[in-house]
């Protein structure tokens, strides 16, 4: 399992989301509060972001947040109206390394996912990888269960202009894979266009991970937040009901739809 946050409103810099904050992603790297598994998430981390162009750009690094001193520096430098990060805590069996962390970007999209996939090589990642186009598949360059439900939606968002219809397609897809839960899955995933962040807080045959959203935390003015974890004290989080997807978009109220 991970933890991951995302951010959408007036530009701000990478450490004001990334370090600052009270119980920050660099601070629930080592002292999550309501993780399922693991104690730290210590696997590496990344951090996405949008250019002014609307084009994606990442930072990863499969090393420990708290190992990497150029984040102290990158985090008063980069600026942007959507940040996504993630800390990882990597599942038994899928590899650690750069194409394996968080957040993936393709299509102009970012994507982070918090949860895990049952026994995946065995399980499900022949009928995932069976249901995508060559060319989709072609670009799956690691091994865990993440990338590849990425690959998913990415296969699915082609078909529609509608990113929410597509995250709740790829729902119903892997809860027919799951077999209606005899293959435990947990389905936190968070993505975005750089227009409007969607993430979903639901499992099959498991408790869901946490997910909390806030859009009146002082310390975000006029900012939406979505995180596993409050990363301030007072700012207003509500607990995002389990199978459901939380869509934000800048200026306007979360918006909750059942999955």
Request: aromatic share 8%; glycine share 10%; charged share 15%.
């Amino acid at each position: 399992m991970c933890r991951h946050a995302a951010y959408i409103g007036p530009p701000i810099s990478l450490g004001a989301f990334a370090l600052d904050p009270p119980h920050s992603l660099a601070v629930q790297s080592w002292k999550p509060r309501e993780q399922l598994s693991a104690t730290v998430n210590a696997d590496g981390f990344g951090f996405g972001w949008y250019l002014p162009d609307g084009t994606p750009g990442v930072y990863l690094n499969p090393l420990p947040i708290w190992a990497d001193t150029n984040l102290v520096h990158l985090g008063r430098t980069i600026s942007s109206g959507v940040l996504v990060g993630n800390v990882r805590s990597a599942t038994p069996g899928l590899g650690f390394g750069l194409a394996n962390t968080h957040p993936f970007v393709a299509d102009g999209l970012l994507f982070s996912h918090n949860g895990f996939i049952q026994d995946f090589a065995r399980t499900m990642r022949a009928t995932m990888r069976a249901s995508l186009p060559p060319e989709v598949d072609a670009t799956v360059g690691g091994n865990t269960d993440s990338e590849h439900l990425f690959a998913c939606l990415r296969a699915l968002a082609r078909d529609t202009d509608d990113l929410a219809s597509a995250v709740m397609r790829l729902h119903d897809h892997v809860g027919s894979w799951a077999r209606d839960g005899a293959i435990a899955v947990l389905f936190n995933i968070l993505v975005t266009d750089g227009r409007a962040l969607y993430a979903t807080r639901s499992s099959f045959g498991h408790a869901s991970p946490s997910l909390y959203v806030t859009d009146a935390d002082p310390a975000f003015p006029d900012g939406a937040l979505v995180a596993s974890e409050p990363l301030t004290i007072g700012g207003a989080w509500t607990p995002v009901p389990d199978r459901h997807l939380v869509v934000l978009m800048p200026g306007e109220a979360p918006q909750f739809r059942p999955l």
